[in-house]
């Protein structure tokens, strides 16, 4: 199990706390930044945590913004990328249970580090469900399809 981690300006505190934590776990993690407290453009880092997932080299992808929200819409252009912008424990859990994300968003500036970290176990703790809920993520990758061939 290894972890794609990023974040922009508004989500360096949380990040950092997030890989600290997951290395305390013994969960193996890839940092794409940024390392210090300089504003940039959170598509820029949500396309290398994307693109480190689809490609296989990590197995899921946590992503904090100020909201969590630029990132997941960034991330989600990805193809084969399901982000989801979550804030409460329900939807961390579900969002894996019975969506198969495969990135997890967080708002630096919405939540606090302690429940960030609990959000990030949750998610990386529950497997996909399957059954009735692979069809329609079938349906999803169907949309993505269909959309590259207009
Ligand atoms: C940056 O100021 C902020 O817009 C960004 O962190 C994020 O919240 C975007 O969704």
């Known amino acids: 199990m290894k ?5 922009d300006h508004g989500g ?3 990040k950092n706390a997030i890989l600290e934590h997951l290395e305390s ?4 993690t890839e940092n794409f930044g940024i390392n210090e407290n300089v ?3 959170y598509p ?3 396309v290398k945590v994307s693109n480190a ?3 296989g080299e990590c197995d899921l992808g ?5 909201t969590g929200i630029g990132m997941s819409m960034a991330a989600n252009k990805v193809k084969g990328i399901r982000a989801a912008a979550c804030s409460d424990h329900f939807s961390a859990k579900y969002t894996r249970l019975h969506n198969n994300a495969n990135i997890l968003c967080l708002g630096g500036r919405v939540i606090g580090v302690g429940t960030a970290i609990e959000l990030c176990d949750l998610f990386i703790d529950t497997s996909f469900e399957g059954g009735r809920h692979q069809r329609r993520i079938d349906k999803i990758t169907e949309i993505e399809k269909n ?3 207009k």
């Open 147 to 149: 959309q590259e061939e």
């Open 39 to 41: 504003s940039v453009d």
């Open 62 to 66: 946590i992503l904090v913004c100020g």
């Open 44 to 46: 820029d880092i949500a």
């Open 12 to 14: 360096l505190e949380h």
């Open 25 to 28: 776990r013994g969960i193996k």
């Open 53 to 55: 997932v689809v490609s």
């Open 3 to 7: 972890i794609a981690v990023g974040c």
